[in-house]
């Protein structure tokens, strides 16, 4: 059974740096053709792609917001790393993770999303 | 790289159908057989619904299919059950430059 889970800060100043974790089970990140996303929602709004990193360490991002994402993992711990700089209250959002399985261009498995608010 | 665009909203009666369109151009849509739909019920997760343009998950009804014709991607519901009223989001890959795009998202009301 596949799940994630996401997690990091509920409220972060403007100019601060975020960091969220995706701890997941039910497979691993060392499977050839697995990934996992980050894709993230303002409150009333569309899904937005953020970033990907797949098993070989292939990293995608958003061309607009690339400047400011990076995407990392540690296969041992079963986690994904996203980071997102100089934060800005228009990145008010729940963010979420999910599975990308073998080689598909999809997210089969979501976690449930972390609310992160901006704010001074 | 701009949001594939969707009506806002839709809506049938129960038992009645409802296809909910999905225009991007020959760079996303157009271009790759890897357009996705999504179910978003208030306040949970997106749920995967039709995967590659017309295949479904396991455990997904077969009331619920998808198409293509050039750059616009179609979900059509049949027979509309009340627990069909959410929002849907398609999603299109758009080349190793661009990668992914969602949509604007459509609101289906089951009237």
């Known amino acids: 059974q596949i799940t994630l889970k996401e997690s990091g800060p509920t409220l972060v100043k403007p100019t601060q740096t975020l960091t969220l974790t995706c701890t997941f089970s039910g497979f691993s990140l060392s499977t050839s053709g697995v990934g996992v996303g980050w894709i993230r929602q303002p409150p009333g709004k569309a899904l937005e792609w953020l970033a990907l990193i797949y098993w070989d360490d292939d990293k995608r991002y958003s061309p607009s917001l690339k400047s400011r994402l990076t995407i990392t993992k540690d296969t041992s711990k079963n986690q994904v790393v996203l980071t997102m700089t100089n934060m800005d209250p228009v990145d008010t959002a729940t963010y979420y993770c999910?599975?990308?399985?073998?080689?598909?261009?999809?997210?089969?498995?979501w976690g449930q999303g972390t609310l992160v608010t901006v704010s001074s | 790289q701009s949001a594939l665009t969707q009506p806002p909203s839709a809506s049938g009666s129960p038992g009645q159908s409802v296809t909910i369109s999905c225009t991007g151009t020959?760079?996303?849509?157009?271009?790759?057989?890897?357009v996705s739909w999504y179910q978003q019920h208030p306040g949970k997760a997106p749920k995967l619904m039709i995967y590659?343009?017309?295949k479904r998950p396991s455990g997904v009804p077969d009331r619920f299919s998808g198409s293509k014709s050039g750059n616009t991607a179609s979900l059509t519901v049949s027979g509309l059950q009340a627990e069909d009223e959410a929002d849907y989001y398609c999603?299109?890959?758009?080349?190793?430059?661009?990668?992914?795009?969602f949509g604007t998202g459509t609101k289906v009301t089951v009237l």
């Open positions: 020959s760079s996303d849509v157009g271009g790759y057989n890897y």
């Open positions: 999603s299109s890959y758009a080349g190793s430059n661009n990668f992914e795009v």
């Open positions: 590659e343009v017309s």
């Open positions: 999910a599975h990308r399985p073998d080689y598909g261009r999809y997210f089969d498995y």
